[in-house]
């Protein structure tokens, strides 16, 4: 595709359960980010992928957050039992060359 | 441990005049800068960057200097634009691993 695309674009969860999100990184691009922007936030680091080594989850706030990387393109982010605090803008980004990241429009997860 | 610091959280400039946006850094390993402007509602978009090896990068209206001594950066943008109201991210990336640390942003509105 022409660029990063995520969805769903919104998500509204009740507090203990499980979301997924996914982000389709542009064609090519060996690296994928995760980001997160809460209210007011700057953005936060959760985890990279980088070709076929293993994931920095150096960002991963806990257990509950994981993320897949399947062949090298798709990925999904995925957040067990949520709570409130995981509300926020989840934003992923893909990258050629690890300088320029490209970033899709984010998902607004709310957690009630 | 924030290592990137935008310590204005917002900044108003007339239409016409300079705008200048600061960026601190404490990590002495970082070699590369990057300048990422966000509207609302979408991804942040890429701006300007600039490498440790150098002190000044200018791309039409934008100018990145560098003042690696002082582990400070700053963004001019002459003239200032309505259209360039947003929220401006300051983002490092070096030592261990390949992923961006972003500022908080600084919210940037241009009064016509």
């Known amino acids: 595709g022409a660029g990063v695309s995520q969805s769903p674009s919104n998500k509204v969860t009740e507090k203990g359960k499980d979301v997924e999100l996914r982000c389709d990184p542009i064609s090519g691009h060996t690296a994928l980010y995760w980001y997160r922007q809460s209210l007011g936030q700057g953005l936060e680091f959760l985890i990279y992928?980088?070709?076929?080594?293993?994931?920095?989850k150096s960002g991963l706030p806990s257990d509950r957050f994981s993320a897949e990387r399947t062949g090298g393109s798709v990925s999904t982010l995925t957040i067990q039992r949520t709570q409130q605090e995981d509300s926020a803008v989840y934003l992923c980004a893909s990258s050629l060359s690890g300088e320029k990241l490209f970033f899709g429009s984010g998902t607004q997860l709310s957690v009630l | 441990d924030q290592q990137v610091k935008q310590n204005s959280p917002s900044l108003s400039v007339q239409e016409g005049r300079i705008s200048i946006l600061n960026c601190d850094y404490t990590?002495?390993?970082?070699?590369?800068f990057l300048w990422y402007k966000k509207y609302p509602a979408e991804g942040p978009t890429f701006l300007i960057s600039?490498?440790?090896?150098?002190d000044k990068n200018e791309d039409g209206r934008f100018t990145v200097f560098l003042n690696k001594s002082a582990k400070h950066l700053s963004l001019h943008i002459v003239p200032s634009q309505p259209g360039d109201s947003a929220v401006y991210f300051c983002a490092a990336r070096g030592g261990y691993g390949n992923k961006l640390v972003f500022g908080a942003g600084t919210i940037l509105r241009v009064k016509s």
């Open positions: 600039i490498s440790s090896i150098k």
């Open positions: 992928f980088q070709g076929n080594s293993a994931p920095d």
């Open positions: 990590n002495s390993m970082f070699d590369y």
